[in-house]
């Protein structure tokens, strides 16, 4: 009995399965993408690259606004070299102070007519001699004949008090002179005061009797 050498079985290809060749090509196109997209990785990561490099061996320097107007300030130049520094010359200058002004001297207070500084400082020394009105009246010269006139207007005016003032106006004395600086020596003094009293009924009003009449009339003279 003769024994056929069995062949093994051919195994065609299904119409699912795509041919060997077909399946060689794919994988040498997916190669090829594959190293392409790594190339343009490597295109893309290189300037970083080269730029982390750079600054790993030199810091950036940082130049401020002063370092740089300090760099240019060294760089300016003459013709000789380096400007030299400046010279000021101060022998032309003058200072001007402000003068002080002139304090205002105080004003003196300036006396009254026939009264004395000294007298206008010190208080009025008033009249404590005693006396008589008619004693007073014989001794400034007045007549006889115009005491009548003269104790009534001398009554109205001080009530023949020497030492009378009028608190308002300073009037003084038994007829009141005003001022009181008018009456030469004392104006407290009944005889100065009479005496003066006297020149000026007879030189305002021409005679007791009319200075009389006149106060008898206003009340004062």
């Known amino acids: 009995m003769t024994t056929r050498a069995t062949r093994p079985p051919v195994v065609r290809a299904s119409a699912s399965q795509p041919p060997a060749r077909w399946s060689r090509r794919r994988n040498v196109s997916a190669v090829f993408a594959a190293v392409a997209a790594l190339g343009m990785a490597g295109g893309a990561l290189a300037p970083l690259g ?38 000021l010359d101060r022998s032309g200058f ?70 009378a003032t009028n608190a308002s106006s300073g009037a003084c004395g038994l007829v009141q002179a005003y001022p009181c600086s008018k009456v030469p020596g004392s104006g407290y003094d009944p005889v100065d005061n009479l005496k003066w009293a006297n020149g000026y009924a007879v030189g305002r009003y021409g005679s007791w009797g009319d200075a009389y009449a006149f106060w008898s009339s206003n009340h004062w003279w």
Do not use: C, F, H
Not at 51 to 80: C, F, H, I, N, Y
């Open 50 to 87: 080269t730029a982390l490099a750079a600054a790993q061996e030199k810091p950036a320097e940082v130049v401020s606004l002063w370092a740089d107007s300090r760099g240019d300030a060294q760089a300016l130049a003459t013709d000789g070299g380096t400007l030299a520094p400046a010279q």
């Open 94 to 163: 003058t200072v001007y102070v402000t003068p002080k002004p002139t304090p205002t001297p105080t004003p003196t207070p300036t006396p009254a007519d026939g009264e004395s500084a000294g007298a206008s400082r010190s208080a009025p020394v008033m009249y404590s001699g005693g006396g008589s009105s008619t004693d007073w009246l014989s001794a400034a010269g007045i007549p006889e004949s115009d005491w009548g006139y003269v104790d009534y207007i001398v009554s109205r005016e001080s009530s023949w008090n020497p030492n």
